[in-house]
């Protein structure tokens, strides 16, 4: 217990992934969790001690996002978990910050009041018009969903005052990357996180350099739309990305993720992976945590492979998961994610610039 509370003192757990199923009403293709059974769903007392481990820690602003599988197929257990966390985090002065994805398919007018209520917005997974959105995100009947999410959309604007979409952009729907963002604006979406689809196959250099191209052109209208009054936020074209020398995301280093078995690990891509080794597991919030097993996720700079000390966009190292299902190494980062570092950091650094480019051809060249 003494060597336990000690490697707790080093490590700061803010964020908290609750994997409540690993159950899907959808069948996607490119879904991050492999192989899972229906049967994977969390029980209260799980959630509850999950929570628990989140809130000892004792930082003052902390998140926890509700995800799965589709998370709503829970929605009960939802609306056990979100009191509980509030009523003992208010105990101790902590405030909750609430995430949660889903594909739209479940939602009704008893949930979104209960998230009104709590103030939790929801992101759907929208991946662009009906053509590029039903291309993957199907029924287990192969029927598309674009039509049963849009037609819930005048319900959401009720219950929330944004709109925000993750738009999962494939290999096939790649050219039409900016259409598909005009679409979603068109249908009242004002905030967007938006990324490729990485883990079904590789991306070819020529692939990620089309993908760099209709980045840019998002780009392009976005600044258009915001200089015509419209009301729209993507972070990625208002931050400016800067290695700070650490690497990785934050998983294992302030975040963790649990399954619904309880077992721990780094982050919910890693848990949606086949390979026990894998997926990272360091114990279980029913028989303890290894804190010690996170200690490679919370080595910095030592991480970086010396050629990357001469690459021209010094990165943090990429997805953890994707890494491990292309090089066999969390910690070595895979040519594709070297790749879309790239694209990303010079989307950032071309902000205004980018918006004037009208072919984006030297902006391409200068990515990939």
Not at 57 to 76: C, D, H, R
């Amino acid at each position: 217990m003494q060597l336990m509370s000690r490697e707790m003192n080093r490590f700061v757990l803010a964020s908290l992934e609750l994997n409540l199923t690993f159950h899907c009403n959808l069948a996607c293709e490119y879904c991050f969790v492999h192989n899972r059974s229906p049967e994977d769903r969390m029980d209260f007392v799980t959630a509850a001690k999950a929570i628990d481990l989140l809130l000892t820690q004792g930082y003052p602003n902390v998140t926890i996002t509700l995800i799965g599988g589709e998370p709503l197929l829970e929605f009960e257990l939802i609306q056990k978990i979100v009191p509980y966390a509030l009523e003992n985090a208010q105990k101790r002065n902590i405030a909750v910050e609430w995430a949660v994805t889903t594909n739209g398919t479940l939602i009704n007018e008893a949930m979104l009041a209960f998230f009104s209520k709590y103030r939790i917005n929801l992101l759907l997974s929208l991946d662009g018009g009906p053509e590029t959105h039903d291309r993957y995100r199907k029924t287990k009947n192969g029927e598309g969903t674009w039509q049963q999410i849009v037609a819930l959309i005048p319900l959401l604007r009720q219950y929330q005052g944004w709109l925000g979409a993750r738009m999962t952009v494939s290999i096939e729907a790649v050219d039409s990357m900016r259409q598909d963002f005009r679409q979603l604006v068109d249908l009242g979406i004002n905030q967007f996180i938006i990324a490729p689809a990485q883990g079904a196959r590789l991306w070819s250099q020529e692939e990620i350099r089309r993908y760099s191209l209709g980045l840019a052109a998002i780009q392009q209208d976005y600044y258009a739309l915001k200089e015509a009054g419209a009301s729209l936020y993507i972070e990625e074209f208002e931050t400016v990305i800067k290695p700070d020398g650490s690497w990785g995301c934050q998983a294992g280093a302030t975040s963790l993720a649990v399954a619904p078995n309880g077992d721990v690990s780094p982050c919910s891509k890693l848990l949606g992976l086949t390979s026990k080794k894998g997926q990272c597991i360091i114990g279980n919030v029913h028989s303890g945590i290894d804190y010690g097993l996170l200690a490679p996720f919370q080595i910095s700079k030592s991480r970086h492979l010396p050629q990357c000390s001469q690459c021209s966009h010094p990165c943090n190292g990429g997805c953890y998961a994707v890494n491990y299902e292309q090089t066999g190494d969390h910690f070595t980062p895979s040519e594709e994610n070297c790749r879309f570092w790239a694209v990303h950091q010079e989307i950032a650094r071309w902000v205004k610039i980018a918006a004037k480019d009208d072919d984006c051809s030297s902006y391409s060249n200068s990515v990939v």
